[in-house]
């Protein structure tokens, strides 16, 4: 069975850089044809597409945040980490982890909530 | 970027009735096309891949089909549990893009 679970601040400041971490079990990401994705959703919107990192250590992102995030994977702790510099209140959203065959997401994690307000 | 467009934004239908909700890609994403279905306070959960596949679980009243650029997910007689916001998105490009949403409400 396969799990994700998101971790990290529930607040952070302006300019601050947020971290999270996405922690999962059921797969290996060392695995061919696997990855893990981040998507977000701002409150009462749609969700947009952030990042996805593969077994072979390809990484894309999104244009538009392309400058402001880093994804990272750390395969013996089965974590993947999603770093997002200079924080701004329009990043308020909850920012969920994906388990992203090359088919599509076809588990999520639960989501973590995330404001950014001085 | 592609852009998928989602119609209608709300979809007012009765328990037992047949949804059609449309998805629109800006430029061919061939079939690989998700949909995914989102319950207030929950994380999304994948119904459609291919197109057409339905994911492991999904009830077969769920079904998808493509023409073109055109997709369509038909949920054939609307359970109680049913009542969500549909999201479609196309893996075929970089970056992954998802359409604004269909809310199915009840009528």
């Known amino acids: 069975q396969i799990t994700l679970k998101e971790s990290g601040p529930t607040l952070v400041k302006p300019t601050q850089t947020l971290t999270l971490t996405c922690t999962f079990s059921?797969?290996?990401?060392?695995?061919?044809?696997?990855?893990v994705g981040w998507i977000r959703q701002p409150p009462g919107k749609a969700l947009e597409w952030l990042a996805l990192?593969?077994?072979?250590?390809?990484?894309r992102y999104s244009p538009s945040l392309k400058s402001r995030l880093t994804i990272t994977k750390d395969t013996s702790k089965n974590q993947v980490v999603l770093t997002m510099t200079n924080m701004d209140p329009v990043d308020t959203a909850t920012y969920y982890c994906a388990h992203s065959p090359l088919w599509g997401m076809d588990v999520w994690g639960q989501g973590t909530t995330v404001t950014v307000s001085s | 970027e592609i852009v998928m467009t989602q119609s209608p934004a709300t979809l007012s239908v009765s328990p037992g009735e047949r949804a059609t909700l449309s998805c629109r890609a800006s430029?061919?994403?061939?079939?690989?096309l998700a949909w995914y279905q989102q319950k207030p306070g929950q994380a999304p959960r994948l119904l459609i891949y291919g197109a057409s596949t339905r994911a492991t679980g999904i009830p077969a009243r769920f079904s998808g089909s493509a023409s073109g650029t055109e997709f369509t997910l038909t949920i054939s007689s609307l359970q109680s549990e049913d009542f969500a916001v549909y999201y479609c998105?196309?893996?075929?490009?970089?970056?992954?893009?998802f359409g604004q949403g269909t809310k199915v409400e009840i009528k």
């Open positions: 998105q196309q893996y075929n490009n970089w970056p992954r893009t």
């Open positions: 059921g797969f290996s990401l060392s695995t061919s044809g696997v990855g």
């Open positions: 430029q061919s994403v061939s079939s690989n």
């Open positions: 990192i593969y077994w072979d250590d390809d990484n």
